[in-house]
């Protein structure tokens, strides 16, 4: 199984629209969540860290559910600046350090 | 201005040379990483390091070497043992003091090219 997975998309929405991605991790000794959006040909920037009660910034929620081992990523009134790649990051315990493992992206594009 | 930068933004390489990609931060971050982005997949780490004069391997370390002499610094040297060089290079930095502490910061990447 792999380490982080993500539905590859592309999603394609109109503006206006509510869209949500999800992500399953196989590690349940995770401790840390992030979601990153990743523009074409750019570096990935954190858009949120992805807390155990859930969190709000803006139009994005994200959720985790440490049983299910799955977080979501919810985006409310979606803009065409939207349109980009969110990758959905975790933490793998290894050997006393941590270091982050990223899924592949799920893609949305937002049209007019 | 704090941040990371990378330098190079685009590198050519004839096969059989050795090329070293530079990054460097100013955020007095502790932890810094190299990772390798191919199209269509997702971040593999190289190596990372924690602290000066300490570093690790990651996932797909072969063909790759970094040194951590100063803590703003983290050079990666792509050798000739690399098989497929051509990639998205990424280069990270954290705060090992954060919250979370693995929150990672990334520079603009370098695309490397063998020819």
């Known amino acids: 199984r792999k380490e982080v997975e993500q539905d590859p998309g592309p999603f394609n929405v109109p503006e206006g629209a509510t869209v949500a991605f999800n992500c399953t991790y196989s590690?349940?000794?995770?401790?840390?969540f992030f979601w990153y959006r990743q523009d074409c040909r750019k570096e990935p920037k954190l858009l949120m860290s992805v807390y155990s009660s859930g969190n709000e910034d803006g139009r994005f929620t994200a959720q985790l559910n440490r049983a299910s081992q799955y977080i979501s990523l919810l985006i409310r009134d979606s803009k065409l600046s939207d349109s980009a790649t969110y990758l959905c990051?975790?933490?793998?315990?290894?050997?006393?350090?941590?270091?982050?493992?990223f899924g592949k992206g799920t893609m949305l594009l937002v049209s007019p | 201005d704090g941040g990371i930068t990378q330098s190079p933004k685009y590198l050519f390489r004839k096969e059989g040379q050795n090329v070293t990609l530079s990054c460097e931060q100013n955020l007095n971050h502790d932890a810094m990483y190299w990772y390798r982005q191919d199209p269509g997949q997702g971040l593999r780490l190289i190596y990372y390091?924690?602290?000066?004069?300490?570093?690790q391997k990651g996932d797909i370390a072969e063909g790759y070497s970094v040194s951590r002499e100063k803590k703003e610094s983290f050079p990666l040297t792509v050798t000739s043992a690399q098989k497929n060089p051509t990639a998205f290079y990424l280069c990270?930095?954290?705060?090992?003091?954060?919250?979370?502490?693995?929150?990672?910061?990334f520079g603009p990447g370098t695309r490397l090219t063998v020819l």
């Open positions: 990270a930095s954290s705060d090992l003091g954060g919250s979370p502490t693995d929150t990672q910061y």
């Open positions: 590690n349940s000794a995770s401790q840390s």
């Open positions: 990051v975790v933490n793998i315990a290894n050997s006393g350090y941590s270091t982050l493992t």
């Open positions: 390091s924690q602290i000066v004069n300490d570093f």
